[in-house]
């Protein structure tokens, strides 16, 4: 009995000692990140926000002087993680700390949104391009505190129609041939897709659902080519899956001439080195510039930010740097990501210091009055927050070269823009 | 018409590479009435020794070395226990082997410099990845399976589910997780008539393994070898009271479903790429043995062709219908027919009952 | 040519079935075993034969030593391969789906050489019925024919000598006589046999020397014409004792448990 006395006793004194110096308020944010998991590893992310939030508590000034307290989870690409660890935090950091949170694309849970915009009501940086969230049907008026670093997979696709639309170049109206992985952000947008290319007068040949499990793409292109498709729309892919680069390769060679286009994940480092001579001609949408070429060292140095993340990554993480596939950074694009949530962050909670308001609130109403560059990032162009998605999207041709080197054939190159900058908040659909 | 000759064709080519792997499935399952779970990452890590041998990939020495101790513990347990060598050959012995394993893993095989003709060179780096995926696969027999000899068949499944995690993790930690590009540049024999089209890939896919198929039935029928993995999948105990050393067979068994195993792999990973999230394919062998017959070796043929053939015609015929994904399902919804009405499978044996 | 000495075998750790068992077979013998059900003569086989690992059972005490060296704790192919000991075990050990020939073939494995089919032919000059049954399954064989196949599949082997596990088990009384005496006719070319049995009687006619096993040990032991003489023996395992006993005081140990053929 006494024993179980001593024990509370020194349990309280422990947590009296523990909340004692904690007086002073803090900034907190939260990120999650899916560096481990099923679809492999990718620490690049979490790379790219330590040093991130390192220069900004550092170098960058922090906000205003003050220093930010961070918290990087790891997910692990499952959901339940995901919103497990944002209800930790939420319990363990009152609301006055903990300003910001940012998840990755598992956004569109349905308890993650009712926590974050009816319960507590936090301002989220989201990194899926959900149009289910941000789309028409979505919006700022119905998911408040949901921001999006990127447009929607739906202006995605339309944006590739239109595209279509410019060029088409052969007679008739353009055949285009929708495939889509049978996964949340596979089915998100392309139903908006394939309406706008209808209302464009488009021919839309087939729909077809590509799993992530085929080891096979021959049924889908005999269906492409019997329907004698110009276009191809292939969405909601990793450029590193194994799956993408059988469809290119086995597309190329079963369908004559065909034009395979891309989303945002689809346009990457990835795609070229497993795809190859594939995918040469392939043309695809980013929200991003593209930054990471083969070689390396040919980087598009007009672009700051792109610039910057090369410095960062040189500076802070050489070896990495140079290991490359070999267990370093892999793509340039994943290390950005995690520095432009560490900017993100920093802009934002300076925008709401400034306006004396450093509380949940106040960063919302920073984040929808902010207009900014970020860091040249969009070749200069500013965009708005007013739909709660940064609406900036450019749409690029890839390049590929086989090079022997040594005695293995790679594959060099890199994906160039062909269109300027576009904000699809300005363009009329 | 042409439509379906089509579908037909492609049907039967994917079927004989699952008809592969549900042969890799058989014979273990007749030699020690387990289930191999781990069959998917016995499939990434042939095509990965293969990748290794035919790309010249080198790894690094803190990956290279443990693998290479690894193959001189091996070689040296299996010289000195099963052949029963001195104890002064087996060791020498087994450092050479893991010292090659281990030059091989960490500068490369170099044949690309050396051969230019890629056909020369496949047919030079696939008996060497089989032997490799062979040695693999009797190494994992070792350590796993053999301790159990003479338990329940249910605990050796488990463990080979087991394995198959670790396998995974094991392929991750070496070759990591994203994709390689694979090609194989063997001599195209695309053929192309009229609408008719069928690619070079999948042909040759269906050729390779049918003659694989046809090699391991000419071992198992044929040869002596082939005689004692029959007589002791019938029965361990009888065969061992008769000299047949059946914890050698056993781990003989499996280096040979492991080699089959990558010959699939290859097959399947020069489609496109090679990643280690294409273990699922493995899975593709369980409607192919549960349709044939879990002991029947013909029966992973048929199986396998029937498999590959309700996939093509799900995946031309039905899906556009409306029903995206049947694909995938079809084969299932076929095998709960086949069970229905033979339970045992098409060609299950039907046990000898004496009069 | 092969002795045991003070052998103890445990299964499972803990199911002690050989208590300390000595017994020794001398060269061009045919050795006759005998004991109850349980008595562990088959255990006695598995542990010469080294396959007791296979059954979970363990040596923890004694020797099994043939031609002077240690043979505890080698492989059973080791076994045969390097001392030419063979065990036919109970129950007709031979492969069901595998023909006869390739009954035959399968058994020859440890010492594949050229001469495999005189081998065989002189199989078949032994057993005449299985000529004709060559290319059928073994599994539809008569029990008689299995088992001759059986002992068939242990001269493939070129045994020195041979473990014999209860070969009469389930024949009728004309077939046993015949496979007697080919196991005579094969103890006569040459090879040492220690043969365990039930059938007590047509055993112990052929045999030269017999032992008695009761509950892992040996109780009785003597020339095979002897033990046929013997009173207890033929209580307990001929069936044809004096009905009347004087006193159950002067029955022995093993006596008091009784258990018939």
């Known amino acids: 009995m006494k024993k179980k006395v001593y024990f509370v006793l020194a349990f309280v004194l422990a947590i009296f000692l523990l909340a004692g110096p904690a007086t002073a308020k803090e900034i907190k944010v939260l990120s999650q990140f899916p560096m481990s998991g099923p679809v492999g590893s990718l620490p690049e992310f979490g790379w790219g926000y330590i040093d991130g939030m390192n220069w900004v508590n550092n170098e960058g000034g922090g906000v205003n002087g003050k220093k930010i307290t961070w918290f990087l989870e790891d997910f692990r690409y499952n959901p339940t993680v995901e919103v497990a660890n944002f209800t930790r935090y939420c319990a363990e950091h009152s609301k006055d700390e903990l300003l910001m949170a940012t998840g990755y694309i598992t956004g569109g849970l349905k308890p993650l949104i009712e926590k974050v915009n009816k319960e507590e009501k936090i301002p989220w940086l989201d990194g899926s391009y959900s149009t289910e969230i941000f789309g028409e049907k979505g919006g700022p008026s119905k998911y408040p505190y949901y921001y999006s670093l990127g447009a929607t997979y739906g202006n995605q696709i339309r944006a590739l129609i239109k595209w279509i639309k410019e060029n088409h170049k052969a007679k008739g109206k353009p055949r285009v041939g929708f495939v889509y992985s049978p996964t949340a952000w596979g089915r998100d947008g392309t139903p908006e897709g394939i309406a706008y290319a209808r209302k464009l007068g488009f021919d839309v040949v087939a729909e077809i659902e590509y799993p992530y499990t085929a080891t096979s793409a021959t049924n889908e292109c005999m269906t492409l080519r019997k329907k004698k498709a110009q276009y191809v729309i292939f969405h909601g892919y990793s450029g590193a899956s194994a799956c993408t680069a059988i469809f290119f390769k086995t597309a190329k060679k079963i369908v004559k001439n065909i034009q395979l286009m891309g989303t945002h994940y689809t346009t990457s480092r990835f795609a070229i080195l497993t795809s190859q001579e594939a995918y040469n001609g392939y043309v695809g949408v980013a929200t991003r510039p593209f930054s990471d070429p083969i070689p390396r060292a040919s980087y598009p140095k007009d672009n700051a930010m792109v610039k910057l993340a090369h410095d960062f990554a040189q500076k802070y993480r050489p070896d990495e740097y140079k290991k490359g596939l070999r267990g370093g950074i892999k793509d340039i694009f994943l290390y950005i990501e995690g520095l432009t949530y560490a900017f993100m962050i920093q802009k934002t909670l300076t925008d709401a210091d400034n306006m004396g308001e450093l509380t949940r609130e106040g960063v919302k109403k920073a984040l929808d009055n902010m207009v900014w560059d970020f860091k040249g990032m969009f070749g200069g162009k500013k965009f708005s927050y007013k739909s709660h998605t940064i609406p900036m999207l450019q749409i690029f041709k890839g390049k590929v070269k086989m090079v022997k080197m040594g005695d293995k054939m790679v594959p060099t190159g890199g994906v160039l823009p062909i269109t300027d900058w576009i904000n699809t908040d300005e363009v009329k659909w | ?355 | 040519m092969l002795a045991i000495e003070n052998l103890r075998v445990v299964y499972h750790d803990v199911i002690s079935v050989l208590n300390g068992i000595s017994l020794e077979v001398k060269e061009g013998e045919i050795l006759i075993i005998i004991g109850a059900n349980g008595a562990g003569k088959t255990t006695l086989l598995r542990s010469v034969a080294g396959m007791i690992d296979f059954y979970d059972g363990d040596i923890i005490e004694g020797d099994i030593k043939m031609e002077g060296s240690s043979i505890k704790g080698l492989d059973a192919a080791d076994i045969m391969k390097r001392y030419g000991l063979t065990y036919v075990m109970e129950d007709r050990p031979v492969f069901w789906y595998l023909t006869i020939e390739e009954n035959l073939g399968a058994a020859s494995f440890s010492r594949w050489d050229k001469h495999v089919k005189t081998d065989m032919e002189e199989v078949y000059e032994y057993f005449a019925v299985l000529r004709s049954l060559r290319n059928k399954r073994a599994g539809y064989a008569s029990g008689g024919e299995q088992q001759m196949l059986a002992i068939g599949m242990a001269l493939m082997t070129k045994p020195k000598i041979l473990l014999l596990d209860e070969p009469s088990l389930g024949l009728a009384p004309l077939i046993t006589e015949e496979l007697f005496s080919i196991i005579k006719k094969l103890n006569e070319s040459g090879i040492t046999i220690v043969l365990v049995e039930q059938n007590a009687n047509a055993a112990l006619n052929i045999g030269i020397r017999g032992y008695v096993i009761e509950t892992g040990r040996i109780v009785l032991d003597g020339k095979a014409g002897e033990l046929l003489e013997n009173e207890d023996v033929r209580e307990f395992y001929l069936g044809s004792g004096e009905k009347e006993r004087k006193s159950y005081m002067d029955a022995k140990r093993y006596k008091r448990r009784k258990r018939w053929l």
């Open chain 2, 1 to 355: 018409m042409i439509d379906l000759i089509q579908t037909l064709g492609s049907g039967i080519l994917v079927g004989l590479v699952y008809a592969l792997l549900g042969l890799c499935i058989v014979i273990i399952f007749k030699a020690s009435e387990a289930f191999n779970f781990a069959i998917g990452e016995f499939l990434i890590l042939g095509s990965f020794l293969f990748y290794v041998l035919f790309f010249n990939e080198s790894l690094p020495w803190h990956r290279a070395l443990p693998l290479g101790v690894l193959i001189f513990l091996f070689f040296s347990y299996v010289l000195f226990f099963d052949i029963d060598l001195n104890f002064l050959i087996a060791v020498p012995l087994g450092i050479a082997a893991g010292l090659l394993i281990f030059c091989f893993l960490f500068f490369g095989l170099k044949l690309p410099s050396l051969i230019t003709s890629p056909l020369i060179r496949f047919m030079i780096a696939l008996p060497l990845g089989l032997l490799a995926a062979g040695i693999v696969g009797s190494m994992v027999e070792r350590l796993t399976i053999k301790p159990l000899l003479g338990r329940s068949p249910i605990s050796m499944t488990i463990v080979s589910l087991g394995l198959g995690f670790f396998l995974r993790g094991c392929i991750q930690l070496i070759w990591g997780s994203h994709s390689y590009s694979f090609f194989l540049d063997l001599p195209d024999i695309t053929i192309e008539i009229g609408d008719l089209l069928y690619l070079s890939d999948p042909i040759w896919a269906g050729i390779l393994s049918l003659l694989t198929f046809g090699l391991v039935i000419v071992f198992l029928f044929r040869t002596r070898w082939g005689l004692a993995i029959r007589a002791t999948s019938e029965d361990q105990s009888k065969a061992m009271a008769f000299g047949i050393n059946a914890r050698f067979i056993l781990m003989i068994v499996w280096a040979i479903s492991a080699l089959c195993i990558a010959v699939a792999g290859i097959m399947i990973s020069n489609f496109g790429a090679l990643q280690v999230g294409m273990s699922y394919v493995g899975l593709r062998a369980i409607p192919v043995v549960l349709i044939g017959g879990m002991d029947s070796i013909g029966g992973a043929l048929v199986g396998g062709i029937i498999v590959g053939i309700c996939e093509a015609l799900a995946g031309s015929y039905i899906e556009p219908m409306g029903l995206v994904g049947f694909k995938e399902v079809a084969p299932y919804l076929l095998l709960l027919i086949v069970l229905f009405i033979r339970p045992y499978g098409l060609f299950g044996t039907v046990r000898i009952e004496r009069v």
